[in-house]
């Protein structure tokens, strides 16, 4: 069982940068992949990045590709999205996700464990 709670959303204007937290809890945090994905008012879900266990591989949306890293602390059980060059469309709910149930290069992949998410709003 993991349990993941999201901190460090918030409003920032476009261009700016902000640097979301998921505190994870359990075991078996240091073996298992991670990931954020978000969803806008009135759109489906969508995957953001992703990281292995180890944090050697990482895979990004297009979108957030070269301005977003993932990246992970197994000593502190946690995982960190530094969101840079922000812009309006990266407005959303932004969602921890843990334990990959397939092959975590697919960005259609479920996860099994779920944050609460945190709101990020960017402002044009």
């Known amino acids: 069982q993991v349990q993941l709670v999201e901190s460090g959303g918030g409003l920032v204007q476009a261009g700016g940068s902000l640097r979301l937290s998921c505190a994870a809890s359990?075991?078996?945090?240091?073996?298992?992949?991670m990931a954020w994905f978000r969803q806008a008012p009135g759109k489906e879900g969508e995957f953001v990045a992703t990281?292995?266990?180890?944090?050697?591989?990482?895979y990004y949306a297009d979108s957030v590709k070269g301005r977003f890293t993932i990246s992970r602390d197994n000593a502190k059980n946690a995982v960190y999205l530094q969101m840079n060059s922000l812009k309006p469309e990266d407005t959303a709910v932004y969602y921890c996700?843990?334990?990959?149930?397939?092959?975590?290069?697919?960005?259609?992949?479920?996860?099994?464990?779920w944050g609460q998410g945190t709101q990020v709003t960017v402002s044009s």
């Open positions: 996700a843990a334990q990959a149930l397939g092959a975590m290069s697919n960005p259609s992949t479920r996860y099994a464990y």
């Open positions: 359990g075991r078996t945090f240091n073996t298992i992949a």
């Open positions: 990281i292995s266990w180890n944090g050697g591989i990482t």
